[in-house]
């Protein structure tokens, strides 16, 4: 089960902009953004080479799907719904 949604992003990307629209609609599971301007070193840790990403995270804190770009909500519920 997802517990956690991790999203990468930055002020000036016009995608991320859009998917922090997506993401209000999300119900369900908690979501933390960071900036990768702000948050270099995790994101190096994450292994982010490009922005939007998003990471979800299950119960014993590890990391079971990604996916990148400005994806749809429905995308997102799709991924959640697998890991249910």
Same mark, same amino acid.
């Given at each position: 089960? #997802?517990?956690? #949604?991790e999203k990468f992003g930055a002020t000036w990307c016009g995608p991320c902009k859009v998917l922090d629209k997506t993401l209000e609609k999300v119900t369900g599971v908690y979501v933390k953004k960071y900036d990768v301007d702000q948050f270099e070193d995790l994101s190096e840790e994450r292994g982010v080479r490009s922005i939007p990403v998003l990471i979800f995270w299950d119960e014993n804190n590890q990391e079971v799907d990604r996916l990148m770009g400005a994806v749809s909500l429905d995308k997102i519920n799709e991924i959640l719904e697998k890991w249910k």
């Open positions: 089960m #997802i517990t956690q #949604i």
